[in-house]
């Protein structure tokens, strides 16, 4: 099983054409997990799918959120991040654990949603676990990426897509 998550940072990195998830663990262990393009494209409307669904799991409204609200709550998310140091800067240890990402699970509890990293179709290599502002705060850190990647997919919601969404103070807050 492995360790507990502390903190973790997600980039692009042009020259892997690849998002970077740099992972320090609680045992203060370093590991990166390497995302392809494909499985980021696939990714992303699994987590749309869940975040679309929470308002009517956690009981803050009985219908299909609206995009309004979707993207009052997206910003309010966004509004929460604290500016931390990145995971990793500059060149990666030469000893560092590295894995590419073949395939990605997703899970939904009555509280968080678990995303489930693996290495092949069934060796778990991270589980990391978002309550709902986080999934959120982490589904705007991979549309910044994907924007700074220049990877052109139709896989963003209304709400993430509105013109404006990603301006003003809390857009800067997101490494």
């Not at 301006?167 to 997101?174: F, I, K, N, Q, S």
């Amino acid at each position: 099983m492995p360790e507990a998550v502390k903190r973790f940072t997600t980039e692009y990195v042009p020259a892997e054409d690849r998002i970077r998830i740099s992972l320090e663990r609680a045992d203060d262990s370093l590991v990166v997990l390497w995302l392809t393009r494909r499985l980021a494209a696939r990714l992303v409307p699994q987590i749309v799918k869940v975040v679309d669904a929470l308002p009517r799991l956690t009981g803050k409204v009985k219908e299909k959120a609206s995009d309004n609200l979707q993207r009052r709550s997206q910003l309010d998310a966004l509004g929460k991040i604290e500016q931390q140091a990145p995971v990793l800067a500059g060149e990666l240890p030469p000893d560092l654990d590295s894995y590419l990402i073949s395939s990605i699970g997703v899970r939904l509890t009555r509280s968080v949603v678990l995303i489930d990293f693996k290495a092949d179709k069934d060796t778990i290599i991270q589980t990391l676990p978002f309550p709902e502002d986080a999934m959120r705060q982490w589904l705007g850190v991979l549309n910044l990426n994907f924007r700074k990647a220049e990877w052109k997919e139709d896989i963003w919601p209304n709400w993430i897509t509105a013109k404006g969404w990603n301006e003003g103070p809390d857009a800067l807050r997101l490494n």
